[in-house]
């Protein structure tokens, strides 16, 4: 079984910064790829940001692109993401995934191209 352990949320002002983490714990688990997903209050879950953990490829959000940067930990199965510039519209719920193949090469945004998930952390930005 595989855990997905996230860290690094919290409550900080329009314009600061948060830097999230998310760990795979449990049996030796190297996934293809990792990306962070968000749930705003009253909105579904979507996708923030991915990155294959051979090659290190990104592809982002429109909305969080020169802001956020996503980075791979050297045991490639950790998973970061740099908030820079935060504004009240990026308060939700964080939650990493893990991708499973064939999926994940073909679409990086979908929900269905994740297997494993994360219980999520709370980003709070205040006006």
């Known amino acids: 079984q595989v855990q997905l352990v996230e860290s690094g949320g919290g409550l900080v002002q329009a314009g600061g910064s948060l830097r999230l983490s998310c760990a795979a714990a449990g049996r030796t688990f190297f996934p293809v790829g990792m990306a962070w997903f968000r749930r705003a209050p009253g909105k579904e879950r979507e996708f923030v940001a991915s990155?294959?953990?051979?090659?290190?490829?990104?592809y982002y959000q429109d909305s969080v692109k020169s802001r956020f940067t996503i980075s791979r930990g050297y045991a490639r199965n950790t998973v970061y993401l740099q908030m820079s510039t935060l504004k009240p519209e990026d308060t939700a719920v964080y939650y990493c995934a893990t991708g499973r193949e064939p999926y994940y090469n073909n679409d990086r945004s979908r929900e269905t191209s994740y297997n494993y998930w994360g219980q999520g952390t709370q980003v709070t930005v205040s006006s």
């Open positions: 990155i294959t953990m051979n090659g290190g490829a990104t």
